[in-house]
Nanobody, 119 residues
Framework: VQLQASGGGLVQTGESLRPSCAASGSMFSIDGMGWYRQAPGKQRDLVALITSRGRTSYADSVKDRFTISRDNAKNTVYLQMNSLEPEDTAVYYC??????????????WGRGTLVTVSS
């Protein structure tokens, strides 16, 4: 199974981005999906998660600005990021908790997409 993220980029303060991440493979089942981010010199932190039933959770720093959603038919998760701030600059990593070929559920990570917010 591969997670392919896209939709990062360079924006100015106050602008928006909507990265997406699609899971692909032969036979898998996804439970939770989400996004983490890692700024230069910092640890990777949770941004937002969404369960297979649509229950969401967010980091306090993005709660009123970001919205996570998913399309289960497309195995894709989205992150609508509004009112972006320079502090949001980071590599954003897609995450999925899934079962591949009927095996146990484990963590999967995409390669990451860079989001840069200029002041």
């Amino acid at each position: 199974v591969q997670l392919q993220a896209s939709g990062g980029g360079l924006v100015q303060t106050g602008e928006s981005l909507r990265p997406s991440c699609a899971a692909s493979g032969s036979m898998f089942s996804i439970d939770g999906m989400g996004w983490y981010r890692q700024a230069p010199g910092k640890q990777r932190d949770l941004v937002a998660l969404i369960t297979s039933r649509g229950r969401t959770s967010y980091a306090d720093s993005v709660k009123d600005r970001f919205t996570i959603s998913r399309d289960n038919a497309k195995n894709t998760v989205y992150l609508q990021m509004n009112s972006l701030e320079p502090e949001d600059t980071a590599v954003y990593y897609c995450y999925a908790y899934l079962s591949d070929m009927g095996g146990p559920y484990t963590d999967y990570w995409g390669r990451g997409t860079l989001v840069t917010v200029s002041s």
